[in-house]
């Protein structure tokens, strides 16, 4: 399971005086702690897989955000703590679909569906339900209008 193995790296990274992977370790089980109670479970409980992905997802999400909006803001030091993060975070998540990959899909769910570009707030949903959460969603986005464009 996800979540154990996560806690068990921990006692590694503590070993290893990695500061950066221990803090995100740290993070994503109190992310975990949180869903569970969030979920009615005990705080000790491990959360299943893809409820531990949902959490991961979250946390990758936050940093990526947050990594722009540093830049933004002209901050380029935090924004780079942010990325190596990001980093550590990513090592969780299952494999991402390629480009090409989400172009098949895009291009079959765009004649299943008979998509135009009124509709793409529906065929987005259709392809990340196909692609079962492997591609990121402002990849599918804008691979979807590039096509339809």
Known sequence: MLHEKIKSEMKDAMKAKD?????????????FTNEAVAKG???DEFLTDDEALAVIKR??????????????????????NEE????????????QMSTEDIKKI???????????????GQLIGAIIKATGGQADGGEVKRIAEEMLG
């Not at 500061?19 to 992310?31: F, N, T």
């Open 106 to 120: 895009v291009a079959e769910k765009i004649a299943e569906l008979g998509a135009d570009k009124s509709k793409i």
């Open 84 to 95: 190596a993060e990001l980093v550590i975070i990513q090592t969780y998540l299952p494999a």
């Open 19 to 31: 500061a950066v992977r221990l803090s995100v370790i740290r993070g994503l089980l109190s992310a």
């Open 41 to 43: 479970k005990k705080p």
């Open 59 to 80: 946390a990758s999400n936050q940093r990526k955000d947050a990594s722009t909006q540093y830049r933004a803001g002209g901050r380029e030091d935090l924004a780079v």
